[in-house]
């Protein structure tokens, strides 16, 4: 078996998550190459049905006399000629599947020579041994089932052609300045051809709206993969509360996550983790996590995996000794409370902003309780009171993207929730020394508590199915959890 071969396979191996038998791997007998060859191709179909289904729902929604358009995110230097990990932009994954840097998608609904095309990379031998594989012209077409397949570089001369009788361009402007300019000038193009009898797209529209709505309902087979995403970021929740005591620092902590991500599968998180204790815990986006962990604070910790192309976003908050004091138990029970009060919202047909009124209500009536607002919770609520100590949402819709793609009103009104919608409920408290933003007044043992619980829930049929419940989330059940590092 030639080096070259064994790139791919281990490329298909990843994409397709196949395991290749010994047998295959071996010897690199001829027999078992064959048995891979078939595998791989029927799971690659199996595959780009799924592709294949979500491009014709989107060329129905765009109708006929349409033409889309979708670039490929590009590769990002990191520093020097050094790159980051390459991450496709996800809604040209979600239409293609295709994971290479330099690719052009593009569908022409009715078109008679075939409705998708890819534009990729050349197959390059040379370029391969340092790089690793690229599908080529042919892996694209026979694994990703495109009805044809050009070289990137030739876009400028096939695009022209392509956009010639069609009126509407799907495309969306404002991501990648220097390829929208190569897009105009096609339009241009045709334009200017105008004159012989040929119709140039009138218009750009977004991409966004058709298919963000496409993204926003998940499917079975979507909510399998978040599921998995979940179980991986529950395992490393765990990991880091048993790894938890004072006199670490918050990397540390931050190590203990990846390492569990990356072992179970998840070969990055799906966002910069925040780990942060003490003061730290009442920064919303902490991500320095350089601190030391003391004795006496809580830590909170924000920090999901990205599995195949898909976001888990979990927060627990817990006491890094292992054992809540009188002021941080009594702070996280009213957010606890307001979490689950806020996720029994989640129900079909309840409008977007339940969870968080609820979540609001449950707050507040618990500062009132702490003694920390007076009044009644009612008008504490119409003052927006609470907002010194709970300062953003209590959900976002959650996917491909950590905060996913959809719209959150319909015709100026917060849309209703519907089966195989998925979001985050995330309540919080974040109660600084006193004197900051506005939190007056604020007695000093309550001063640098911060909490955020957060779970992912998908709206289903039956009720909200909560993907994440197994991260310790009771007071009992975090005490427990710590204590059996000991
Ligand atoms: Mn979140």
């Given at each position: 078996?030639?080096?070259?071969?064994?790139?791919?396979?281990?490329?298909?191996?990843?994409?397709?998550?196949?395991?290749?038998?010994?047998?295959?791997?071996?010897?690199?007998?001829?027999?078992?190459?064959?048995?891979?060859?078939?595998?791989?191709?029927?799971?690659?179909?199996?595959?780009?049905?799924?592709?294949?289904r979500r491009r014709?729902r989107l060329?129905n929604l765009?109708?006929?006399?349409?033409?889309?358009?979708?670039?490929?995110?590009?590769?990002?230097?990191?520093?020097?000629?050094?790159?980051?990990?390459?991450?496709?932009?996800?809604d040209?994954?979600y239409l293609?599947?295709?994971?290479?840097?330099?690719?052009?998608?593009?569908?022409?609904?009715?078109?008679?020579?075939?409705?998708?095309?890819?534009?990729?990379?050349?197959?390059?031998?040379?370029?391969?041994?340092?790089?690793?594989?690229?599908?080529?012209?042919?892996?694209?077409?026979?694994?990703?089932?495109?009805?044809?397949?050009?070289?990137?570089?030739?876009?400028?001369?096939?695009?022209?052609?392509?956009?010639?009788?069609?009126?509407?361009?799907?495309?969306?402007?404002?991501?990648?300045?220097?390829?929208?300019?190569?897009?105009?000038?096609?339009?241009?193009?045709?334009?200017?051809?105008?004159?012989?009898?040929?119709?140039?797209?009138?218009?750009?529209?977004?991409l966004?709206g058709p298919l963000h709505e496409m993204r926003l309902h998940k499917n079975?087979?979507?909510?399998?993969?978040?599921?998995?995403?979940?179980?991986?970021?529950?395992?490393?929740?765990?990991?880091?509360?048993?790894?938890?005591?004072?006199?670490?620092?918050?990397?540390?902590?931050?190590?203990?996550?990846?390492?569990?991500?990356?072992?179970?599968?998840?070969?990055?998180?799906?966002?910069?983790?925040?780990?942060?204790?003490?003061?730290?815990?009442?920064?919303?986006?902490?991500?320095?996590?350089?601190?030391?962990?003391?004795?006496?604070?809580?830590?909170?910790?924000?920090?999901?995996?990205?599995?195949?192309?898909?976001?888990?976003?979990?927060?627990?908050?817990?006491?890094?000794?292992?054992?809540?004091?009188?002021?941080?138990?009594?702070?996280?029970?009213?957010?606890?409370?307001?979490?689950?009060?806020?996720?029994?919202?989640?129900?079909?047909?309840?409008?977007?902003?339940?969870?968080?009124?609820?979540?609001?209500?449950?707050?507040?009536?618990?500062?009132?309780?702490?003694?920390?607002?007076?009044?009644?919770?009612?008008?504490?609520?119409?003052?927006?009171?609470?907002?010194?100590?709970?300062?953003?949402?209590?959900?976002?819709?959650?996917g491909?993207?950590?905060?996913?793609v959809g719209?959150?009103?319909?015709?100026?009104?917060?849309?209703?929730?519907?089966?195989?919608?998925?979001?985050?409920?995330?309540?919080?408290?974040?109660?600084?020394?006193?004197?900051?933003?506005?939190?007056?007044?604020?007695?000093?043992?309550?001063?640098?508590?911060?909490?955020?619980?957060?779970?992912?829930?998908?709206?289903?049929?039956?009720?909200?199915?909560?993907?994440?419940?197994?991260?310790?989330?009771?007071?009992?059940?975090?005490?427990?959890?710590?204590?059996?590092?000991?």
């Amino acid at each position: 078996m030639n080096s070259q071969y064994i790139i791919r396979d281990q490329v298909r191996e990843q994409a397709f998550g196949l395991r290749v038998s010994a047998l295959a791997r071996g010897a690199g007998s001829v027999a078992g190459r064959y048995l891979q060859e078939i595998r791989t191709v029927k799971k690659a179909a199996s595959k780009s049905t799924e592709y294949a289904r979500r491009r014709n729902r989107l060329m129905n929604l765009m109708g006929d006399d349409s033409i889309a358009v979708l670039a490929a995110a590009p590769a990002r230097l990191r520093n020097r000629d050094v790159y980051y990990p390459y991450r496709p932009d996800s809604d040209f994954f979600y239409l293609s599947g295709f994971q290479e840097p330099d690719a052009v998608l593009v569908l022409v609904p009715g078109r008679e020579r075939g409705e998708f095309l890819l534009f990729c990379r050349e197959r390059d031998p040379k370029r391969e041994l340092w790089d690793g594989a690229r599908a080529g012209l042919e892996g694209a077409r026979r694994e990703h089932g495109a009805d044809d397949a050009f070289p990137t570089a030739d876009l400028d001369e096939i695009m022209p052609g392509l956009l010639e009788g069609r009126r509407s361009l799907f495309y969306t402007m404002g991501r990648q300045a220097g390829f929208d300019r190569r897009v105009v000038s096609w339009v241009e193009r045709v334009r200017g051809a105008a004159r012989s009898g040929l119709r140039a797209p009138e218009g750009f529209i977004s991409l966004d709206g058709p298919l963000h709505e496409m993204r926003l309902h998940k499917n079975r087979e979507e909510v399998r993969i978040l599921r998995q995403a979940s179980r991986i970021t529950v395992e490393a929740h765990r990991r880091a509360m048993r790894a938890c005591r004072p006199g670490l620092m918050e990397y540390q902590l931050e190590a203990e996550l990846l390492h569990e991500f990356m072992r179970r599968g998840a070969r990055a998180p799906a966002y910069p983790s925040i780990v942060g204790g003490g003061a730290n815990s009442c920064v919303l986006h902490y991500m320095e996590n350089a601190a030391p962990l003391r004795e006496g604070d809580l830590v909170l910790v924000d920090a999901g995996a990205e599995y195949r192309g898909y976001a888990s976003d979990v927060t627990r908050t817990y006491p890094i000794n292992g054992r809540f004091s009188k002021a941080q138990r009594a702070v996280y029970e009213v957010v606890l409370r307001a979490q689950m009060e806020a996720i029994d919202a989640v129900r079909v047909g309840a409008a977007w902003r339940a969870p968080h009124n609820a979540a609001v209500r449950a707050l507040t009536e618990g500062l009132v309780e702490l003694g920390i607002l007076r009044g009644a919770p009612e008008k504490l609520i119409k003052q927006e009171s609470y907002k010194p100590y709970f300062m953003h949402s209590t959900s976002h819709w959650l996917g491909m993207d950590v905060h996913d793609v959809g719209d959150y009103k319909v015709d100026g009104a917060w849309r209703a929730l519907e089966p195989g919608m998925v979001l985050t409920v995330e309540p919080g408290l974040y109660l600084r020394p006193d004197g900051k933003d506005g939190a007056r007044g604020l007695d000093r043992r309550w001063w640098n508590i911060g909490v955020r619980i957060e779970d992912d829930v998908v709206v289903t049929q039956k009720g909200p199915e909560v993907l994440t419940s197994g991260a310790p989330r009771s007071v009992e059940a975090i005490q427990e959890c710590m204590a059996d590092a000991a």
